[in-house]
């Protein structure tokens, strides 16, 4: 028997759950006692594993306090709609952003209020990159 792999879209809303959560702060086992659930559900929900259902997901953007339509920001779509939105940011973005690094880096960065200096870290950034040795 062959385990099912969780949709496209329910690992990303999760991952957008989780990115928020981190956003504010907040544990899983705090988000999960806002909620009435233990925090292992609040994990099967960030990976995807487990699907949120609507009632739900209005009670979670209500404690993270962002309209339920955040959490499909950037989603997969089945059908393409060339010509009639904006392509949304590249899955990697999303991913980077729902680590703790990510948002860590992304706090800091968005507070450098010089932007020549943060110019400046991004040419560092990409610095690094090119001396890195190939894995």
Known sequence: MTKKSPNPVDKHVGSRVRMRRMMVSMSQEKLGENLGITFQQIQKYEKGTNRIGASRLQHISTVLGVPVSFFFEG???????????????PAYVSDFLA????????RA???????KV???????????????PAS
């Open 75 to 89: 989603a997969p779509s089945g059908s393409p709609t060339a010509g009639f939105s904006e392509d949304s940011s």
């Open 109 to 115: 960065f968005t507070r450098i209020s010089d932007s």
């Open 99 to 106: 680590t703790s690094e990510g948002l860590a880096l992304t």
């Open 118 to 132: 943060r110019r400046r870290i991004v040419d560092l950034v990409e610095a690094l990159v090119d001396e890195a």
